[in-house]
């Protein structure tokens, strides 16, 4: 115990009781220990645990609130997620203290217990062949961009959670850097102990901002030099993977912020063995911190996208549940000033450890897996990702034999030109569109009407149709109309292959856009969307040689040269066509492979592309054009060339 604290002293009383009966093995009440990036204190927060059902049962009743949220809770948006009864509790604050960050460390017990029997759940070789079948049978398929599959360490100790938690805690402050938090919670028959790098959502004063964190540079043992993050930041799977999860990110958004998001960075985020690359998103809501998180629930960065379907494809893939893993840690705080007067910040639960009261230690990690992902690369990064705990915990080594820290950063590596050029030129090739405001132009009342086909890229261009002036909605697929009276309707993306008739979403789709071109009236279709329309058109599907999830081409949109993001791994083929066999539309294709970029008719346009996309510095334009062209009254862009 410290020497400069006393059970007296009122700055750190609340934290040496806790402390202390932790140690003699006495009852401890319910406890949180906060640390956040930045802050030269620590909160210490004890209060009463209450479990609730839902987000919207969280008790905002004035007093300030720390809710584990697990990861089934996603299943409130209707995705899929294992129910394995993890509760969705509540901490109650009714005490609290903050404690300077040094004295914390000085309090905490000093002798961390030791973790043994290390295993894990998934081996390194059974992971790698999870890895190859999520490219093969996943993306392989049409079925997303990206996806988070998780394995998990696992071990035991003999001592209390409270008092390992503590201890735990006070390693990772010492240890670990750059985590966003840093935390420990103890309740009855559930504790945690975490250094996150992540946020998912806060929402301070109506402000949301949530940071997109992927891309991880795992520094050698021996040490990592400016060279080889340079050689990092080069690397294009690791840039895809980044700027895919923002798309994902600003999806959700788009569907909490009337104004959108904008982007900021990309930074560095460097943490103890690793250094990930970010950005930053914000914009501003009404909406109640608790359906802020209910609408953002969970980050495709622990995940995937598109983001519901990434979460059938992890409960194919994971053998058990996800218990707290790639859920959130929330922090309501009372704020007079705020949408229902509280503020949120809400930590993704990664890089934790979870303890029960039979001693048991259970280490979850993921890695996003992307179309060129290396199996064994994959494998590397988890190890790499769990062992700044794990070294926390006592379960591995912290240093060399030498007493050298393993896996360190060379000083200065981050401030390297070469580093900070290779990020900035990041953003050269990226839509201006979500880094700018994005006020709404002129209001033109028209009214478009859009259908979301299970991928929430439809929030993005229902904002952009906004700006354009347009009053946008969106709608599930089994929701809309077959005759919609909106002067638009835009059919949008979705996973799956779009052969695939035998899906009632496919299916259900394909009717609707036959339904719409029979009353030939403004349409545009998207992605998914285009794929049906083009086979109506009949036109062939297949699948592309190599996925194009997550990559921006530039192509030739009806003589105008576009840089538009695209996610699909199946495409329409038209050899040496200029006009579709049925329905007569124009084609624009690759020229050298025959695949359709986009169709346009009277009153009709589709793109294979995403224009809402970040990749699409020319989309909003290329949006505004294809949309002009379906709204004109007489046949503008086709007049039967
Ligand atoms: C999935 C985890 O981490 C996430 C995945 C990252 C990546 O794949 O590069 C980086 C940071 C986190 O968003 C994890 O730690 O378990
Ligand atoms: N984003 C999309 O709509 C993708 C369409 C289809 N699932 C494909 O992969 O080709």
Redesign the pocket.
């Known amino acids: 115990m410290s020497e400069g604290t006393t059970p007296e002293d009122p700055m750190t009383r609340l934290l040496h009781r806790l402390v202390t009966d932790a140690a003699r093995d006495r009852p401890v009440p319910a406890f949180a220990l906060l640390h956040r990036e930045t802050d030269a204190h620590l909160d210490v927060l004890v209060g009463d645990v209450v479990d609730v059902d839902r987000l919207a049962d969280i008790p905002l009743d004035g007093e300030e609130v720390l809710a584990l949220v697990p990861f089934r809770q996603l299943r409130e948006r209707g995705f899929t997620a294992r129910d394995d009864g993890a509760p969705l509790r509540c901490l109650v604050v009714r005490e609290r203290e903050r404690v300077p960050v040094d004295l914390a460390v000085a309090l905490l017990p000093a002798t961390p217990p030791a973790v043994a029997d290390l295993a894990v759940d998934v081996a390194d070789d059974a992971y790698a062949e999870v890895v190859r079948r999520v490219i093969d049978d996943e993306i392989g398929r049409g079925e997303g961009a990206n996806f ?1 599959i ?1 394995r998990e360490f696992t071990g035991s100790t003999a001592a209390t959670p409270a008092h390992a938690v503590l201890a735990w805690m006070r390693e990772l402050l010492e240890h670990e850097h750059g985590a966003y938090w840093t935390f420990a919670v103890h309740t009855p028959g559930l504790s945690a102990v975490g250094a ?3 946020r998912h959502v806060s929402s301070i004063g109506g402000v949301v901002a949530m940071n ?5 540079f795992r520094h050698a043992a021996g040490g990592a030099s400016a060279d080889d993050l340079v050689a990092f930041l080069g690397d294009v799977k ?1 840039r895809e ?2 700027v895919m ?1 923002v798309d994902e990110e600003l999806k959700m958004m788009s569907a909490v912020c009337p104004d959108g998001g904008r982007m900021r960075g990309p930074f560095l985020k460097r943490m103890s063995r690793l250094t ?3 950005y930053l998103l914000e914009g501003t809501t009404g909406l109640d911190p608790r359906e802020v998180l209910r609408r953002t629930m969970f ?1 495709p ?2 995940t995937g996208s598109p983001m519901g379907n990434a979460c059938t494809v992890i409960a194919r893939h994971e053998p058990t549940g996800r218990g707290y ?2 859920g959130v840690l929330a922090r309501f705080t009372p704020a007079p000033a705020s949408p229902s007067g509280y503020d949120l910040d809400a930590p ?1 639960l ?2 934790t450890a979870y303890l029960d009261d039979a001693g048991r230690v259970r280490v ?5 897996l992307v179309r060129h992902s290396d199996p064994a690369g994959e494998v590397a ?2 190890h790499a ?2 062992a700044g705990v794990l070294g926390a915990i006592g379960a591995i080594p912290r240093s060399d034999a030498s007493g050298t820290p393993i896996g360190a950063l060379a000083a200065g590596a981050t401030d390297d030109p070469r580093a900070t050029a290779l990020l900035a030129d990041r953003n050269r090739t990226l839509a201006a569109f979500w880094s700018t405001p994005q006020r709404a132009r002129q209001p033109r009342e028209v009214s478009a009407l859009v259908i979301d086909a299970g991928d929430d890229f439809t929030t993005m261009l229902a904002h952009q149709l906004r700006h354009l002036g347009l009053d946008a909605r969106v709608v599930p697929w089994h929701e809309a109309p077959v005759v919609a009276s909106d002067e638009l309707v835009v059919f949008g993306p979705g996973p799956g292959d779009p052969r695939n008739s035998t899906d009632p979403r496919i299916a259900r789709l394909r009717e609707l856009v036959a339904a719409r071109l029979e009353q030939r009236r403004p349409m545009l279709a998207v992605c998914l969307s285009h794929q049906l329309l083009a086979h109506l058109a009949g036109l062939p599907l297949e699948p592309l040689p190599a996925p194009r999830q997550g990559l921006q081409l530039h192509v030739d949109v009806f003589g105008e040269p576009a840089a538009v993001g695209f996610y699909n791994t199946f495409t329409a083929v038209a050899p040496d066509r200029s006009i579709t066999p049925e329905l007569g539309l124009e084609v624009a294709a690759d020229p050298s492979t025959g695949a359709i970029i986009a169709l346009r008719g009277a009153s009709v346009a589709s793109i294979q592309g995403h224009l809402e996309s970040v990749l699409s510095p020319d989309g909003l334009a290329l949006l505004e054009r294809l949309v002009e062209g379906v709204l004109a009254p007489a046949p503008l862009v086709w007049s039967g060339r």
């Open positions: 988070v998780r996150t790098p992540e997109p964190i992927s891309g991880t690791e993977e980044l999860v990930h690359t970010e980050a960065t622990v893993y790639a993704i990664i890089r979850p990690v993921g890695a996003t990064e988890t990702k769990a």
